[in-house]
């Protein structure tokens, strides 16, 4: 576990505070993407519970995660080999605003802006760290260049792609979704939703390129007692596979996860989630194509309206497809 823990400890021990009421308030999971630097500007469907927002009533949901991808293949570690595969090395910063509007008692819609960013970063130092303190693999980290920019490699069957100056700001892709709870969960049992999404190619900037995308999920949660709750869900999305920037996608992708909720306290849920996606791109030499994240995520109710989330993300199977390390913050304000 990663010095994020430690935050994420330090933000829940200054928060707590035992509440009188036996009220049982599930929460679920974080939306929280996977914003590997190559998986950043695609439609990708996040870990969602199928609770509706109050019918008439809004919600805005800000949030911002700090992302540290490190993945290669080459003949030889370090800045000078003979044959580079690919080198995927930078952060991503994703800011987006998401506002939720309740239509009924079991339908809602939102309506999601992400201003992003792409570049060298300032957490290798910390990373490099981490790994020397418990003796964790380090992928090879201190060989390369440290909070460095590169993206590049070669495509098959014979070319190369380069985003090494498609760095810095951008609007990413806008996003609209619906939610319908068709399973209401009454006397104790579960919730079932239906969730589609639309992604509009409004990226500007070094987020250009990409076409319409469409997805959608079956989303589930359950109570596993009177603190812990199950959720799940999988989906599909469908989008055009460009070439973007050189990088030909997959134009349909299988997205599924799993998340279990402990509530200690009233205010407080801490959610353990994973989330796995089938292959992203298809034209990139030795992409592997399993793509499996973890996300930890603390859910604060600061009051009544409001809502603080804090977490981290690491990869569990191969950091060569997804984000290595990344932070996040959340502040939900129901008006």
């Known amino acids: 576990m990663k010095p994020a823990a430690v935050a994420l400890a330090l933000v829940l021990a200054a928060s707590l505070s035992r509440a009188d009421s036996d009220e049982v308030i599930s929460r679920g999971p974080a939306e929280i993407r996977d914003a590997q630097l190559l998986a950043q500007p695609r439609l990708t469907l996040p870990a969602v519970s199928p609770f509706t927002t109050r019918s008439g009533t809004w919600e805005v949901q800000l949030s911002g995660l700090l992302a540290n991808s490190f993945s290669w293949i080459q003949d030889a570690v370090g800045e000078h080999p003979e044959t580079r595969y690919f080198l995927i090395d930078g952060e991503a910063l994703v800011l987006d605003a998401t506002v939720r509007r309740g239509l009924a008692r079991n339908l809602d819609v939102g309506l999601r802006l992400p201003l992003q960013k792409r570049s060298g970063g300032v957490l290798d130092g910390v990373i490099d760290w981490w790994h020397r303190v418990t003796g964790a693999p380090d992928g090879g980290r201190p060989d390369f260049l440290h909070d460095a920019y590169r993206v590049e490699g070669l495509t098959i069957p014979t070319g190369h792609f380069s985003w090494n100056d498609r760095s810095g700001f951008g609007l990413g892709d806008v996003e609209l979704d619906a939610r319908w709870r068709f399973v209401e969960g009454v006397g104790g049992g579960p919730s079932v939703a239906l969730v589609g999404r639309v992604s509009l190619p409004t990226g500007t900037g070094p987020f250009s390129g990409n076409g319409v995308g469409a997805g959608g999920q079956l989303v589930l949660a359950a109570p596993l007692g009177r603190s812990f709750d199950l959720y799940t869900g999988a989906g599909l999305t469908v989008e055009d596979q460009g070439p973007v920037g050189g990088v030909l996608y997959s134009p349909v992708r299988a997205h599924g996860f799993l998340a279990v909720e402990?509530?200690?306290?009233?205010?407080?849920?801490?959610?353990?989630?994973?989330?796995?996606?089938?292959?992203?791109?298809?034209?990139?030499?030795?992409?592997?194509?399993?793509?499996?994240?973890?996300?930890?995520?603390?859910?604060?109710?600061?009051?009544?309206?409001?809502?603080?989330?804090?977490?981290?993300?690491?990869?569990?199977?191969?950091?060569?497809?997804?984000?290595?390390f990344a932070l996040y913050l959340g502040l939900a304000i129901r008006p």
């Open 262 to 324: 402990w509530r200690p306290w009233r205010r407080v849920s801490l959610v353990a989630e994973t989330d796995a996606a089938s292959r992203l791109v298809d034209n990139i030499a030795y992409y592997p194509g399993v793509h499996w994240i973890v996300n930890v995520v603390g859910r604060v109710d600061l009051g009544r309206r409001t809502r603080l989330d804090a977490g981290f993300t690491e990869n569990i199977m191969n950091q060569l497809t997804t984000t290595d």
